[in-house]
T-cell receptor, first 116, second 114 residues
Framework: GENVEQHPSTLSVQEGDSAVIKCTYS??????FPWYKQELGKGPQLIID?????GEKKDQRIAVTLNKTAKHFSLHITETQPEDSAVYFC???????????????FGKGTLLTVNP | DAGVIQSPRHEVTEMGQEVTLRCKPI?????LFWYRQTMMRGLELLIY????????DSGMPEDRFSAKMPNASFSTLKIQPSEPRDSAVYFC????????????FGDGTRLSIL
C-alpha cells in the first residue's frame, strides 16, 4: 500500500517568513495530493490540492509543488501570519484504482508555529 | 451550508461499555469515511462507504469495531466492548464523487476509555 512520509514534524518561523513542508510517497500510481490544515479541537480542513497533471498550484499565500519523478510534493506558505499556526497534513491517493480510489493515505503531520 | 456533523463531541466511559459515535455527512455527498487520530499512529482510515455500502473496512482494528450507514444522511461507528487503547479522536468525513473529490471532515469525537 501507499506510504507517505512528512517532514519536518515541527516547524517554528517568525511572522512574515516562509514555511516549507515536504512529503514523499511510495506508490508511483498516486495522482492526487491534498493538503489539510488542522486547528486545535477541529477537524482537518482542505487548504489546497494538486493532481499529477500539473507541477505547481498557487492560491494566494499558499502553493504546492509536485515532482512525480522523485515522488515528492511540498507545501509553501509565504508571508506567514500567527493564524497560520496549526498542524498541516499531506496526503496521497490513486484516483484511478477502481473501488479504492478515494482512499487517502496521510502523512504524520507538521506542527507549524508562527511567532509574532 | 452545514458541514459534517459528529456527535457527541466528547465521550468518557469505562472499559467494557458500548460506545456509539454518530455522523451526519454533507447533503448530497455519496462517500463517507471514518478515521481515527492518535499521536502515535496519526490519521488512520478505518472504513469508508459509497452510496451507503461499505467499500473497504480493512482499517477496522478488531471485531469490536463495527460501522453502519442505514441511509445517506447518517452513519454510526460502534465499539463493543470498549478498551482504554481505543481512546482517540474519531473523525467522520464525506465527499462528492462528482466534484473533485476533496474530503470534508467533521470536528471529531474525543473518546476517552477509562
Amino acid at each position: 500500500g501507499e506510504n507517505v512520509e512528512q517532514h519536518p514534524s515541527t516547524l517554528s518561523v517568525q511572522e512574515g517568513d516562509s514555511a516549507v513542508i515536504k512529503c514523499t510517497y511510495s506508490d508511483s500510481a498516486s495522482n492526487y495530493f491534498p493538503w489539510y490544515k488542522q486547528e486545535l479541537g477541529k477537524g482537518p480542513q482542505l487548504i489546497i490540492d494538486i493532481r499529477s497533471n500539473v507541477g505547481e498550484k498557487k492560491d494566494q499565500r499558499i502553493a504546492v509543488t509536485l515532482n512525480k519523478t522523485a515522488k515528492h510534493f511540498s507545501l509553501h506558505i509565504t508571508e506567514t501570519q500567527p493564524e497560520d499556526s496549526a498542524v498541516y497534513f499531506c496526503a496521497a491517493s490513486n484516483e484511478n484504482s477502481g473501488g479504492s480510489n478515494y482512499k487517502l493515505t496521510f502523512g504524520k503531520g507538521t506542527l507549524l508555529t508562527v511567532n509574532p | 451550508d452545514a458541514g459534517v456533523i459528529q456527535s457527541p463531541r466528547h465521550e468518557v466511559t469505562e472499559m467494557g461499555q458500548e460506545v456509539t459515535l454518530r455522523c451526519k455527512p454533507i447533503s448530497g455527498h455519496d462517500y463517507l469515511f471514518w478515521y481515527r487520530q492518535t499521536m502515535m499512529r496519526g490519521l488512520e482510515l478505518l472504513i469508508y462507504f459509497n452510496n451507503n455500502v461499505p467499500i473497504d473496512d480493512s482499517g477496522m482494528p478488531e471485531d469490536r469495531f463495527s460501522a453502519k450507514m442505514p441511509n445517506a444522511s447518517f452513519s454510526t461507528l460502534k465499539i463493543q466492548p470498549s478498551e482504554p487503547r481505543d481512546s482517540a479522536v474519531y473523525f467522520c468525513a464525506s465527499s462528492y464523487s462528482g466534484g473533485g473529490r476533496p474530503q470534508h471532515f467533521g470536528d471529531g469525537t474525543r473518546l476517552s476509555i477509562l
